[in-house]
């Protein structure tokens, strides 16, 4: 099995400033953990997460051999990675079958890379049992 990375993009919105109602969220909510007990059910499931908006961001990077800080996002873009999964699969194919069931939950771009796992995150995943 291999590991690939699924990067959640959102887009914002035309109009900014424009929040999804209760009901939208819920709903969202629904579909979204629909998938996730789908890949824990069939143990594809490694880790993932949900970001806050880039708005929170602080890039931190060096100038003059100093830490140099800025505050928000490292580009500008409308376009912003807003969560991730790491799953299991078996190829790329099948990591492709996964993102498409992410994107038609979350109705965002995903973006599919292999994962190559290091240091500590790498100690944890193989100290994972396999079947």
Same mark, same amino acid.
């Given at each position: 099995?291999?590991?690939?990375?699924?990067?959640?993009?959102?887009?914002?919105?035309?109009?900014?400033?424009?929040?999804?109602?209760?009901?939208?969220?819920?709903?969202?909510?629904?579909?979204?953990?629909?998938?996730?007990?789908?890949?824990?059910?069939?143990?594809? *499931?490694?880790?993932?997460?949900?970001?806050?908006?880039?708005?929170?961001?602080?890039?931190?990077?060096?100038?003059?051999?100093?830490?140099?800080?800025?505050?928000?996002? *490292?580009?500008?873009?409308?376009?912003?990675?807003?969560?991730?999964?790491?799953?299991?699969?078996?190829?790329?194919?099948?990591?492709?079958?996964?993102?498409?069931?992410?994107?038609?939950?979350?109705?965002?771009?995903?973006?599919?890379?292999? *994962?190559?796992?290091?240091?500590?995150?790498?100690?944890?995943?193989?100290?994972?049992?396999?079947?």
């Amino acid at each position: 099995m291999s590991h690939y990375l699924l990067a959640t993009y959102r887009v914002e919105e035309e109009a900014p400033g424009a929040s999804p109602t209760p009901e939208m969220m819920q709903e969202f909510m629904q579909r979204i953990m629909k998938v996730e007990e789908e890949m824990d059910a069939t143990d594809t *499931f490694v880790f993932g997460g949900a970001l806050f908006a880039p708005d929170a961001a602080t890039v931190v990077g060096v100038g003059d051999g100093e830490m140099v800080m800025t505050d928000g996002p *490292f580009a500008e873009s409308k376009e912003h990675i807003a969560g991730f999964y790491i799953i299991d699969a078996e190829d790329l194919d099948e990591a492709l079958a996964w993102a498409d069931k992410v994107a038609h939950a979350t109705n965002h771009p995903i973006e599919v890379r292999p *994962f190559r796992a290091s240091g500590r995150v790498r100690d944890h995943m193989q100290d994972q049992p396999t079947d």
